[in-house]
């Protein structure tokens, strides 16, 4: 008789722990997961597919403008909140039942419920222990926000898909990923909306000219936009919200959504029951093969707290699968993750920033385009398109791209490929562009900014 129930139990069964379920069983490895909630986790839930679902919906009123300069009629728009909210539900029930699909045609059992550890090879779910040779840790994790006078009227990215009706005010705080998506997916549907921001400028660690650019824009299509600014209290009359800033001025909204980060969701998780080290954000502290200090618990994704990306727990849950069912161990290279912002306009980015590049002492040329896209010279939109090269002046390398405007994500996509392989600014330059596409400027920039 086997010594355990499983060889691999699974916490979570978000964008990590399905992936790494799946593996897995895929090696041959008896498998359960437990999920207390939706098949799918934040991203196919409550994030990057709800989230850019709404981003979609968002840019409908720009393509109405830009549609008279072609010489088109449209007639008076309007927004249905509550259909785009239910057909955006149905896409997500329909993702939640193709993730069940995957398990168990991976043959991977699923367990419903809250998931606890009761010590390194035994978990409990609804009373029930289960034991197994490893568990995996994929809990994900949740958004964090202040405490202070009235803080208890805002709400998070999660309460934002599921508003009932669309604010016409809005005051976003944060100039994180979600803050700066949020802003432009609520200001795209019409609400008069606010950003505000603690510190100088926004997106802290992106590329500077990433954050100036965007902010110009954000600013050109009229969010109100304030930075070194910050909520001190709130108070509720009927349907607004009052809130009064840091230096006494009070502004008010329907909504207020805070976008301040997110915390692992370790709490309560019983890791302590197994002498699993965590930080003291509740991060599970991981070795390169994302082995937790417990010899039979590995950690994964967003409850590690380094980039919170759906495509790096989908990566961890692969490596775990290969290091403990493959033979194969696997470490993960996270240099030169690219990234995109879905805000308005898009920012991408692969590699390293200008900042960091000086960092680390390369010796840096930049190479930097700001232009009007074609489709702009009809329509009379004042939007800019940035695209940023660095490169090392020793090896020739780029070490990062970075890019503000339409699209950005699917163009740094294809970049990242080439920085991932090292190429030079000499085979960007022997690239034949294809044109016209804003993306040919990244095979075309000769003249060195700096
Ligand atoms: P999750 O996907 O969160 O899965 C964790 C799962 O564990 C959840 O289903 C949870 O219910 C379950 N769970 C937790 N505790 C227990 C327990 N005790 N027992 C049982 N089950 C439990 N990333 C991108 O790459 N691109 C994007 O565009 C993007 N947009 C985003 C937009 C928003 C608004 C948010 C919030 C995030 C976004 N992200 C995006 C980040 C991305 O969603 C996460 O990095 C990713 O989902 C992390 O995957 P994970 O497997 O670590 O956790
Ligand atoms: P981020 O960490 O990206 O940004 C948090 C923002 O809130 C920062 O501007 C931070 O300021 C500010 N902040 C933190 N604490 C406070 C506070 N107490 N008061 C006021 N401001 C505060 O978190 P998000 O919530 O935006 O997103 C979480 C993560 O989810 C992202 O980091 C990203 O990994 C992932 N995500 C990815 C997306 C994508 O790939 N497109 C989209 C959405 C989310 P400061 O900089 O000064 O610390």
């Known amino acids: 008789m086997a010594q355990y129930d499983y060889d691999l139990f699974t916490i979570g069964a978000g964008s990590g722990g399905v992936r790494g379920s799946r593996v897995a069983a895929a090696f041959g490895a008896k498998v359960a997961v437990a999920e207390e909630s939706a098949l799918g986790g934040t991203c196919v839930n409550v994030g990057c597919i709800p989230k850019k679902l709404l981003v979609y919906a968002s840019h409908y009123l720009d393509d109405f403008r830009d549609a008279a300069g072609f010489g088109w009629t449209v007639g008076p728009q309007s927004i249905n909140w509550a259909k785009l909210i239910a057909n955006k539900d149905n896409e997500i029930h329909r993702l939640n039942g193709v993730y069940r699909k995957l398990l168990d ?5 699923i367990i419903e419920g809250r998931a606890q550890v009761l010590d390194p090879h035994t978990i409990g779910v609804n009373g029930k222990r289960y034991t197994a040779k490893y568990i995996l840790i994929a809990v994900g994790s949740w958004p964090s926000i202040p405490t202070f006078p009235g803080s208890e009227h805002v709400i998070t990215s999660n309460e934002a898909f599921y508003l009932p009706e669309l604010p016409s005010k809005v005051i976003v705080v944060g100039g994180g990923y979600i803050g700066v998506e949020f802003a432009g ?30 902010a110009d824009e954000m600013l050109k299509r009229g969010i109100d936009l304030r930075f070194k600014t910050d909520i001190a209290k709130i108070e ?7 809130a009064t800033l840091i230096d006494g001025s ?15 969701k370790t709490r309560d998780l019983g890791l302590e029951n197994a002498g699993v080290e965590l930080r003291q954000s509740g991060a599970v502290v991981v070795d390169p093969y994302l082995r937790s200090s417990v010899e039979s618990i590995y950690a994964i994704g967003d409850c ?11 990566a961890e849950g692969t490596a775990v699968a290969n290091t403990l069912f493959n033979n194969r161990p696997i470490m ?23 900042e960091q590049a000086h960092r680390r002492e390369f010796e840096v040329d930049i190479y930097m385009s700001s232009f009007r896209p074609l489709r702009h010279t ?20 780029v070490l990062g791209c970075h890019m503000v405007g339409p699209d950005a994500g699917e163009i740094i996509q294809g970049l990242a490929v080439a920085v991932n392989c090292g190429a030079t600014k000499t085979q960007f330059d022997t690239t034949i562009g294809i044109h016209p596409t804003a993306a040919e400027e990244f095979v075309t920039m000769r003249t060195k900014t700096r």
């Open 250 to 264: 009070v502004i008010n909204a329907n909504q207020i959504l805070y976008a301040t980060g997110r915390v692992p």
């Open 378 to 397: 009809m329509t009379g939109s004042a939007e800019k398109t940035m695209m940023k090269l660095v490169v090392d002046r020793a090896s020739d390398r």
């Open 304 to 314: 590690t707290d380094r980039l919170m990306l759906t495509p790096v727990a989908i």
């Open 185 to 214: 997916i609520f200001h795209g549907l019409g609400a008069e909306t606010a950003q505000l921001y603690r510190g100088e400028l926004f997106l802290r660690g992106f590329d500077n000219d990433i954050r100036l650019t965007l």
């Open 105 to 109: 045609d991976a043959g991977v059992e």
């Open 332 to 354: 993960l290279d996270y240099e030169n993750v690219a990234t995109a912002i879905f805000s308005a306009p898009n920012c991408g980015t692969v590699g390293l920033t200008e």
């Open 236 to 242: 509720k009359h009927g349907d607004i919200l009052n």
